[in-house]
């Protein structure tokens, strides 16, 4: 829709609008600073003759909204996006108009800053307009006629300022410390019965114009000229309340101290005598009467335990008598917590500001009288520290608890086997997985939430192993907004959108990493609309990396960071692993370009890929060691000693190399003697030291997938399963309830691309997997490995595919269930032969396999 057809954005009157501000920017003049941390009320009044039969509305903010119709929430939004391709939401509101008055009303909090989730404005609106800015189209069509719900006209506006402005980021990348005094909002503002008729009328954000002759030809501004649709479903919310208290303290107040330190920095103490009343009421939704109850010098802080990481937003409701605080410090996880014999009595949050890993803070004053507050941003919550203020007539709790805020997915997969830790491995890492899934794939709920593009190629086949084609929309999200933050020279951003200053630090093998994702999206999805939409930008990604290559046929000495890992993988000169992984991204391209039917261009890319693989195997090569080493110098030609489980997992799984070579060098890359967990500070601080001549760098959590994919594919699924018990294994037995980022718990301790166990067991073992894009044809390729049976299910788009193996003598039979009949393609596992396929009866396939026999 073009800016003149649609409704234009609107704003307060009382930020001004400088015509020629674009002008003077383009000038020289400094950059329009944005006021950080503002919040927003927004309302307009609709007349309506009768019940409308259809309401529908879009609507987008700059920044984050809570969209209200008569007092009731209706949604949030927007999803996280850039400025140069705004998305909105879409709502029926069509229960909630009713005849007669009504109220729309709108809380936008715009941010000033950038942060994980949100980019401030930028293109030439920006000094013209500034920050902020509100969207809403729609009509409510009644028998009588339609009745105009957009931004046209008739809202009005006021900035609240029960808000906390100046309050600090909660950490580097995420958004501010909500600081909220109700006595300084009305709780009814959203309600029919506010009077507004002192707020400002909205202004359209509209500037310049006129005709032809006029300057710059009429030229005409309007914020966001391009708006995109949501593209993916309205995240799921529900209350949950916490399953224990910890402990109950007294806390020595420091009121010199900023909010965001007090909940570090000040003492803990003996409770006052009956600080609590009705404690356990402290873990009810609803009906509670716990009561609250400090001195005069002495606080009382409470530290719950929701069981496991989850994500939401912290909620309660209270009676007060007013001036009150209730602070709420949000954490995954409590110093000591994994160590022999857990935390110590008094653990509490403690601040990791390098990392970024700062408790998750709000505070609220409380107004007289029955009250609910929610966080308005949602956080990782495994602890929660409740502090009580300024209370020494009680404060009473009715309910306390966590909104807990998900994408929306179908459990629908499904994995059970002979061997209980790899079946709670499974479930740990589908569970990671919802904790890292909203408006985005995000790396971890605590510390970024971020959308980083290297995470997403694990996070989406472990997704469709869980919970199926409901990750599409997602991923389809992810693969376009990616190639949204791709700059000139082709290189994307390492996370998008969001705080990554555009030219900050970049990560080219993550674009790589975004290449690959889009392969598997493909092939899972059969979404070619998407791969018609980022084909371009994959190819002009690639193109940079062309630019790159050595006389050799390697890229040698990359830009930027050169991440692949948390570990000590090597990455100067001709690295090994970034080589093989640029082998594999100019194969997915070439299928890719054939898929959308671009022959020659798929020719090219494929021959690529294949001269960049045989350059590996020419030059990385060790004969001596019967390995691929990690660096090779461009110059000289000659092999450094390092060695890897990287290069060998990516030679071996993007490239040709010769079968004898691969199975020698995948040999040494997984005796465990040789492993070494090496550091790679921050994330893994410390480590082991590797001896380069017989030591092999361990791959950590996330090179881990594709140490497993190659193993898989050159038939040692045993050893990955062993790799796999002997690495997670640890974890869980600590008790982890989510998987952590490193194989150590130094960093985020929920983190998506660490869920490749939840992929590889059904996918390798299972078997199930596309043959043809979007599953026209089924790929049935079981293996059973050293179990003695396995069962699961495995969600198609066209319906769930029951699997189970059993093992017979020196053989195994894989029974499926198929929802629909489907072309199959079957493969015996390496070593065994298909040796019997019972006739096929509707939905179900029987397949026998024995160990070196041949089909008769």
């Not at 997403?456 to 949204?484: M, S, Y």
């Not at 193109?543 to 960071?561: C, H, I, Q, T």
Request: hydrophobic fraction near 40%.
């Amino acid at each position: 829709m073009t800016t003149r057809l649609r409704a234009p954005f609107v704003w307060t009157p009382q930020q001004p609008i400088d015509p020629i501000g674009y002008r003077l920017h383009y000038l020289g003049a400094a950059a329009r600073p944005n006021e950080p941390n503002r919040w927003f009320l927004f309302r307009k009044t609709v007349q309506l003759d009768a019940a409308p039969t259809k309401a529908p509305l879009s609507i987008t903010v700059d920044g984050r909204y809570v969209l209200f119709v008569n007092g009731a929430q209706i949604g949030r939004g927007p999803v996280r996006c850039s400025p140069l391709f705004q998305r909105y939401d879409d709502y029926d509101l069509n229960g909630a108009l009713r005849p007669g008055r009504n109220v729309i009303a709108v809380l936008v909090h715009t941010y000033g800053r950038d942060t994980a989730f949100y980019e401030t404005t930028k293109g030439m609106w920006q000094p013209t307009f500034g920050d902020g800015g509100l969207w809403a189209e729609g009509t409510a069509q009644t028998p009588a006629g339609e009745v105009d719900l957009s931004t046209r006209a008739g809202w009005r506006c006021r900035q609240s300022h029960a808000w906390m402005q100046d309050a600090p980021q909660s950490n580097h990348s995420l958004g501010f410390v909500e600081e909220f005094n109700a006595a300084s909002f009305d709780p009814d503002w959203a309600s029919l019965a506010h009077d507004d008729s002192d707020w400002d009328e909205a202004r359209p954000l509209v500037s310049g114009g006129g005709a032809p002759e006029t300057a710059y030809g009429g030229l005409e501004t309007r914020p966001f000229p391009t708006l995109v649709p949501r593209g993916i479903p309205m995240l799921e919310e529900r209350k949950v309340a916490a399953q224990r208290i910890v402990w109950v303290r007294g806390l020595v107040p420091d009121p010199d101290l900023p909010f965001h330190r007090r909940c570090y920095e000040e003492p803990l103490a003996e409770a006052p005598r009956g600080a609590v009343g009705n404690e356990a009421d402290l873990l009810r939704l609803g009906g509670g009467a716990a009561v609250v109850r400090t001195e005069p010098g002495r606080d009382v802080t409470i530290l719950l335990d929701f069981g496991k990481i989850m994500t939401g937003r912290p909620w309660f409701e209270i009676e007060a008598r007013g001036g009150e605080a209730v602070e709420i410090a949000c954490v995954e996880g409590l110093p000591g917590e994994w160590r022999p014999g857990g935390p110590p009595p008094d653990a509490r949050p403690k601040p990791k500001p390098w990392l970024g890993a700062d408790t998750h803070l709000c505070r609220y004053r409380a107004r007289p009288g029955v009250q609910v507050f929610e966080r308005f941003e949602w956080c990782a919550i495994r602890w929660m520290q409740v502090t009580v203020r300024d209370a020494p007539d009680g404060l009473v709790f009715r309910g306390l608890g966590a909104n807990l805020v998900n994408y929306p997915v179908e459990e629908r997969g499904r994995f059970a086997s002979s061997d209980p830790l790899l079946d709670q491995l499974w479930a740990t890492g589908a569970y990671t997985l919802r904790q890292c899934m909203h408006d985005a794939w995000e790396d971890c709920p605590s510390r970024e939430q971020r959308q980083w593009l290297g995470d997403v190629t694990v996070e989406n086949l472990a997704g469709w192993a869980a919970f199926g084609p409901c990750v599409a929309p997602l991923t389809a999200k992810f693969l376009a907004q990616a190639a949204e933050s791709q700059r000139p020279d082709g290189l994307t951003q390492m996370f998008a959108p969001g705080d990554h200053k555009t030219d900050g630090m970049l990560i080219p093998d993550w674009t790589l990493q975004w290449i690959l994702a889009a392969g598997d999206h493909w092939r899972y999805a059969g979404d070619i609309e998407t791969i018609h939409a980022v084909l371009p930008s994959i190819l002009k990604a690639l193109a940079w990396f062309e630019r790159l290559l050595s006389p050799s046929g390697l890229v040698a000495d990359m830009p930027y960071w050169h991440f692949m890992d948390w570990s000590g993988v090597g990455r100067q000169g001709e690295a090994g692993a970034l080589n093989g992984q640029l082998a594999g991204a100019f194969t997915v391209a070439s299928g890719l370009a054939r898929a959308v039917g671009w022959e020659r261009e798929a020719a090219r890319l494929a021959a690529r890929a294949k001269s960049i693989g045989a350059a590996l195997d020419a030059r990385h090569w060790d004969a001596r060691r019967e390995v691929y080493v990690d660096i090779v110098d461009p110059v000289t030609g000659a092999q450094d000693l390092r060695v890897s489980q990287h290069a060998n997992a990516a030679i071996a799984l993007w490239t040709d190399a010769p079968g004898p070579r691969v199975a020698a060098a995948l040999g040494r890359a997984t005796d465990s003697n040789r492993l070494v967990f090496t550091a790679a500070p921050p994330i893994a601080p410390t480590g082991g030291t590797l001896d380069p001549e017989e030591g092999v760098v361990l791959a950590n959590t996330f090179y881990s997938h594709f140490l497993y994919e190659a193993l898989a594919r050159h038939g040692r699924l045993g050893e990955a399963l062993r790799l796999m018990r002997e690495r997670y294994g640890p974890m869980l037995a600590r008790g982890a309830t989510t998987l952590w980022e490193s194989f150590e718990p130094t960093a985020s301790l929920c983190h998506g691309f660490s869920a490749t166990p939840t992929y590889q067991l059904s996918r390798r073992i299972l078997g199930v997997a596309p043959a043809a894009p979007g599953f026209a044809t089924v790929a049935l390729a079981p293996d059973l490995a050293d179990l003695e049976h396995a069962s699961g299910v495995v969600p198609t788009p066209f319906g769930d595919v029951e699997a189970a193996l059993e093992k017979t003598g020196d053989g195994f039979v894989a029974r499926y269930r198929l929802p629909e009949r489907r072309p199959l393609s079957i493969t015996a596992p390496p070593s065994f032969a298909l040796t019997g396929a019972a006739p096929r009866e509707g939905d179900r396939v029987e397949l026998s396999f024995e160990r070196g026999r041949v089909h008769a």
